[in-house]
């Protein structure tokens, strides 16, 4: 029997890259991988002033709808990560409340 040592909290993975370079479709081979480990995972999709991305991956079936969250920048979606990652952060915060389980969150 293996037994999983659990870590603090949930490592956060951070996908980036320009508009149309595959993120989403990454985020989307990840998911059954990570859950084909027993994996517990969550998202949290970055768009302009969409959620389109986090709406696409919601309907996908891969992911409890419940464990994607979007996060709409208002600007390019890196000044999200680089010079202010407070929505990312918040959002990250918000899902391993919810789902204390997490060990791994997918940005």
């Known amino acids: 029997m ?3 040592k659990k870590l603090p909290g949930a490592a956060r993975i951070g996908i980036g890259g320009p508009v149309g370079s595959g993120k989403t479709a990454l985020v989307e081979r990840l ?11 969550a998202v949290v999709a970055n768009d302009l002033v ?3 991305d986090a ?3 919601r309907r996908s079936g891969l992911i409890d709808p419940k464990r994607v969250l979007a996060v709409e920048t208002g600007a390019c979606p890196h000044t999200a990560i680089r010079e202010d990652p407070t929505m990312n952060i918040q959002a990250v915060e ?5 789902f ?3 060990e791994v ?3």
Do not use: M
């Open 94 to 98: 918000q899902l391993i409340e919810t």
């Open 2 to 4: 293996t037994v999983k």
């Open 100 to 102: 204390p389980e997490l």
């Open 55 to 57: 709406e696409r991956i």
């Open 50 to 52: 969409t959620r389109e």
């Open 105 to 107: 969150v997918l940005v």
């Open 31 to 41: 998911i059954p991988a990570l859950k084909a480990r027993n994996i517990e995972v």
